[in-house]
Structures are given as structure tokens and as C-alpha cells.
């Protein structure tokens, strides 16, 4: 009698865009622990099927630089504040994977060498060769940019297969879904209707980066247990944004 081979994984290194709102659970503001503890556990899954796992973490739980600078704060040092509130929101993801078994790294953009390394490239990929997952904060290190354009970046420099954009709905609309409840909800959409529809999931930066690199992109659910799964497997989860 022969045995079904296990199947494997469709994306062998993934790009995981987390917001800052997704460290708050439910409330979306600051950090709790047991939001952080299931994020945790869902990327120790994909990681058990030897899955390489990069993250990069937004801060809006914490800090905006956009409302800051609407508040009159100046622009720049507000989007600092943000860089810093991802390299929290990076500590604390770390302490969840490491309490659940998972060797983590974390890299900056800004230099902190008390609590992260710097990014470099070179040695991001070799913690992830070693099976470890590797968290990037800090944003670029520059003002004027999301961290949706810092994954997009990221993304590209590390070679992965995959940018996995994660949200609180299932997926791309034409129209806020939680507003309209006759938003239609895309299964497939290139770069260029992204773009122009002007749909307001990735910043058009980020959009432009993926798209001249085809970088393909996954909008999906990670509040659905198992989803981040389901999507490294390649179940159509979500939406596909491709050339």
C-alpha cells in the first residue's frame, strides 16, 4: 500500500506584512499579549513546514507619523516616531515566537544595536538559511515612507517568493465592506487596476515596487485561524494582486 506524500508548501520564503493594529487585537491600540500570542502561533506553523519567515511590522498601534504631523507634529520627526514604534512592536513579536520555541532576529533600519542588529541584507538570509525568522522594523529608515513600501523593499532584497499582505478582511474590495455591504470583493487583480482603482490596500509606492519587480501580492484574513497556513500551501485565500 502506498503512502500519500505530505504535500508541500507552495512559497518556500515569504514576506509577512503585519500592521501595527494587529499587536492590539481587537481594539487595535496598543500591545496585547494575547493577540501577539496568536500571531506568534500562526507563524510557528508555516515555520514547522519549513517555511523561511520574513516580517516586517507597521506601528499604527502605537504611533502614526501621518496623524502626528496632521497634529503639528513635523512630518519627518513624526514618521521617526513611527520607525520607533515598529522596533517595539518588533521586540515584542520576538518575545512571543522565541517563548513558543522559535529562534527570531530582529533588524532595524535605525541604528538601536542595544535591542537589534542593523539590517544587512547578506546576514538577514543566513538567519533565515538557519531556519530562524527575521523580523524587519525601522520602516526604510526614512521619512516620506510606509513600512507598506518597506516590506515591498524588503520583500524584493531578500528574494522573497511572496509579499503576504495581512488584514482584518478577507481579501481586495472595490469599497470598504465594513461601510458598503455590496462591496465586491476581488479574487484576482493586476498591479495596474490596483493602481488605478486607487484601492486603498498598499500604498502606490509599494504597488509600483512589487509590480516593477513582479513581486506578487496576497491580500488576506490573518484573523481566520489557520489562514496564514492555508496561504503558504496555496489555497486561494484572499486576493492575488500579479501582472
Not at 141 to 153: I, Q, V
Not at 210 to 234: A, E, S, T, W, Y
Amino acid at each position: 500500500m502506498k503512502r500519500n506524500k505530505a504535500k508541500a508548501p507552495r512559497y518556500r520564503r515569504i514576506l509577512l506584512k503585519l500592521s501595527g493594529e494587529a499587536m492590539g487585537g481587537k481594539d487595535g491600540y496598543g500591545i496585547n499579549p494575547q493577540a501577539i500570542k496568536e500571531l506568534a502561533a500562526q507563524i510557528g506553523e508555516v515555520r514547522q513546514l519549513g517555511v523561511q519567515v520574513v516580517i516586517v511590522i507597521g506601528g499604527g498601534n502605537i504611533f502614526r507619523g501621518l496623524q502626528g504631523s496632521e497634529q503639528g507634529i513635523e512630518r519627518a520627526t513624526g514618521d521617526y516616531m513611527g520607525m520607533l514604534a515598529t522596533i517595539i512592536n518588533a521586540l515584542a513579536l520576538q518575545d512571543a515566537l522565541e517563548k513558543q520555541g522559535i529562534p527570531t532576529r530582529v533588524q532595524s533600519a535605525l541604528n538601536v544595536m542595544q535591542v537589534a542588529e542593523a539590517f544587512i541584507r547578506r546576514r538577514a538570509v543566513r538567519h533565515l538559511e538557519k531556519g530562524r525568522v527575521v523580523i524587519f522594523s525601522g520602516g526604510t529608515g526614512n521619512p516620506y515612507f510606509s513600512t507598506d513600501t518597506a516590506a515591498a523593499l524588503r520583500a524584493n532584497e531578500i528574494g522573497a517568493e511572496v509579499l503576504l499582505k495581512a488584514t482584518k478582511v478577507d481579501g481586495i474590495y472595490d469599497s470598504d465592506p465594513r461601510k458598503n455591504p455590496q462591496a465586491k470583493r476581488y479574487d484576482q487583480i493586476t498591479y495596474l487596476e490596483a493602481l488605478q482603482r486607487r484601492l486603498q490596500v498598499m500604498d502606490s509606492t509599494a504597488f509600483s515596487l512589487c509590480m516593477d519587480n513582479r513581486m506578487p501580492i496576497i491580500v488576506f484574513d490573518l484573523f481566520k485561524p489557520h489562514n496564514l497556513r492555508r496561504v503558504v500551501m496555496g489555497e486561494k485565500v484572499g486576493t492575488l494582486v500579479t501582472g
